[in-house]
């Protein structure tokens, strides 16, 4: 590159994106990133263990869905999960045939049909995320208490970026949600 045609510092940007060392520093994070989703997959994957035969992960991600989000028009889902609506429906049809999910009809809009999550489809999604927090909360005491307060730092500005809601603390998990002691259906 022409000594005229260099950025001002000198510094040559790497793959169009910024300074060099940005670029380091960026992919160093997502390498943090993606070995800590290997981890946070794994836990996943072992709080899904013992509702593996009756949900798929896909499905699992809808209850999931539904139970942050409440009652939701189908189209909406589907963009959520981004998947096609058609999709989205024959996965909502799974869920209400093992009696996990519902539609009911808006009483604002009879026109409009929403979905939501049955009581034992609270149940379940319960009893997965509580088993998934036992096995976080296990690997986060390992850390030093000034690790922890900067992870949560990074973790909510990094699920803010991707637009995901946060979970919410377990001392507002209501009773009638919150797995029996001993319930570990994960």
Known sequence: MPESARPAGGVVPAHGTGPAGEVDEVDEVARAVLTASRLLLAVSARSLAEVEERLTLPQFRMLVVLSTRGA???????????????TA??????????????????????????????????????????????????????????????????????????????????AQVTPARRPEAGDRTT
């Open 72 to 86: 939701t028009k189908l189209v909406v889902l589907a963009e959520l999960l981004q998947v096609a609506p058609s």
């Open 89 to 170: 429906m024959r996965m909502v049809d799974r869920l209400i045939a093992a009696g996990l999910a519902d539609r009911r009809i808006n009483p604002d809009n009879r026109r409009e049909t929403r979905l939501t999550l049955t009581e034992e489809g609270r149940r379940v999604v319960g009893r997965v995320m509580a088993r998934r927090r036992e096995e976080v909360t296990g690997i986060v005491r390992r850390l030093a208490p000034e690790q922890r307060a900067s992870l949560v730092e990074a973790l909510t500005a990094f699920t803010e970026a991707g637009g995901e809601p946060p979970v919410p603390p377990l």
